[in-house]
């Protein structure tokens, strides 16, 4: 059984940073896709960072510059570094890996505010 806990999220000023982290347990492959999603209240789940086979990257145009996706797969660790922190990025974060099916962390609150 494959399970994800995310942990890291906080109250940050504007132009704050904040580092995500995922610790994973159960058996995935080192070359299983996982991410990093956000969702506010009133609007759908929206993929913030992913790490796809090969090791590439793809981020949300409203974070690219900002945000660093990073994995661990020795220690099975998810990580998204966030700098330059801004109010409209302020949600829930998920962390969440496909293999055969989606698995999804309980999400940890992020919140930008002076």
């Known amino acids: 059984q494959v399970q994800l806990v995310e942990s890291g999220g906080g109250l940050v000023p504007p132009g704050g940073s904040l580092r995500l982290s995922c610790v994973v347990s159960?058996?995935?492959?080192?070359?299983?896709?996982m991410g990093w999603y956000r969702q506010v209240p009133g609007k759908e789940r929206e993929l913030v960072a992913e790490?796809?086979?090969?090791?590439?990257?793809n981020y949300a145009d409203s974070v690219k510059g900002r945000f660093t996706i990073s994995r661990d797969s020795v220690k099975n660790m998810l990580y998204l570094q966030m700098n330059s922190l801004k109010p409209e990025d302020t949600a829930v974060y998920y962390c969440?890996?496909?293999?055969?099916?989606?698995?999804w962390g309980q999400g940890t609150q992020v919140t930008v505010s002076s």
């Open positions: 790490i796809i086979r090969g090791g590439q990257t």
């Open positions: 159960g058996n995935i492959y080192s070359t299983t896709p």
């Open positions: 969440s890996l496909m293999q055969l099916k989606r698995y």
